[in-house]
């Protein structure tokens, strides 16, 4: 034990400590608020283990749900807040790598500590016994080092997870994989087959987020995404030889999603956007290689990873929309009228995202070009401003017509009404002048006619 570390534990987590430890019980606060308290870091839960078992916990408060009572979980509400106060247990065997078929309860704090992942992850600590640190988490933390607790073979094989748990530290904590570790990593890393794609997708978009998205190449390195993405492992076998890049499409993918806002809309497509480069791929007789319609190959992976990843409907269709526009009006020569109606096709409301893609797709190239590149963003963004200043029909609902303006010339609601909109939408993108409802009114008598 460790008197001399002091973490300042939240109002609420004290009160709850102290209230097992008046009943004569032991309770610490434990796992990755422990952990990102030594780092500095503002924890963003505050789990709670005790040797109480979970009918004595919820004996001594007012208001407890049973979370996961099996597994000695109950959530302690304070207010509006709960807190999940976990008895101490000893996990039984794993035949699947997900979660143990049984549980024991323990009084004992270090066989509780004994079956977490990394060492970091394994301190408790209370304002009485200071930290306990029994697995020198506080030493990996000092050498800046993910280490599982015990064996590392045996971790893994208990939960196949931890495999992508110990990249995605390494990348939230800008820490290396210990030897041992990342060795038994590499071995038990088909193992994450057995993982669902819910748990995948969560500890992938993490990676995704962190501040160091370029430890996915660790994951590549030991196995993962050959398992998780196998797709990503194509793109490091795919050259790109063109004087634009100085990467291969993996290592290009990376520096994108490093120059990147972090949104997770914004990491998915930088991951996506050239995952179509492989099948696209051809070599001209000058040996500079070509991608021709990789954006739109692209998009059809792109929504297959992620339904693969069972994502929700929204950030596939988002993804999915800047991933196929990612590669159009990347010349400065485009007409505004021919933009407009681009704009229209793609929904305004994609272009900020869109110009943030662009942005980092060239700085994840060579110097190459890279003025002229930048300068068209520069004129995107001016047309765009202009389309919006002038008040330029970009849909149908910002036509000077409605449906009931239509209705009265005698078109009906359905197939035909729906045509002639369209149809005015078109003219009307090429023409901003055309959208008054005198001229609409006149064009769609004529379009009814004919």
Known sequence: MDRSIKIELPENVKYIIDTLGEAGYEAYAVGGCVRDSVLGRAPKDWDITTSAEPEEVKNLFR???????KHGTVTVMIRSEGYEVTTYRIDGKYSDHR???SVSFTRELSEDLLRRDFTINAMAYNDEAGLVDLYDGLGDIERRIIRCVGNPDERFDEDALRIMRAVRFAAELD?????????????HAPELSAVSAERIETELTKLL???HPEKLMDAYKLGITKVILPEFDLMTETPQNTPYHLYDVAGHTIEVIKNIPKTKVLRYTALLHDSGK???????????????GHAVISEGIAEKVMRR??????????????????????????????????????????????????RADIEGQSDYG????????????????????DGDCLTIKELAVNGGDLKELGIMPGPEMGEILKTLLGEVLGTPSLNTKEQLLRRAAQLKEH
Not at 344 to 358: H, P, Q, R, T, W
Not at 372 to 387: G, T
């Open 99 to 101: 979660r143990p078929e």
């Open 175 to 187: 820490f290396d994989i210990d030897e041992a570790t990342k060795t038994a990593a590499a071995s």
């Open 63 to 69: 208001r407890t749900i049973d979370t996961g009572i």
């Open 370 to 389: 890279r003025e002229a590149s930048l300068e068209n963003v520069e004129k995107l963004i001016a047309m765009k401003n202009k389309i919006v200043e």
């Open 309 to 358: 990843l069972k994502m929700d409907n929204d950030t596939i269709r988002d993804v999915k929309k800047l991933v196929y526009w990612h590669d159009v009006w990347i010349k400065g020569d485009v007409r505004i009228s021919t933009f407009r109606k681009g704009l229209s096709n793609m929904g305004i409301e994609y272009f900020d995202d869109l110009i943030a893609v662009k």
């Open 278 to 292: 492989p099948e696209a791929r051809t070599t001209d007789e000058r040996g500079v290689d070509h991608f021709k």
């Open 209 to 211: 987020m962190s501040d």
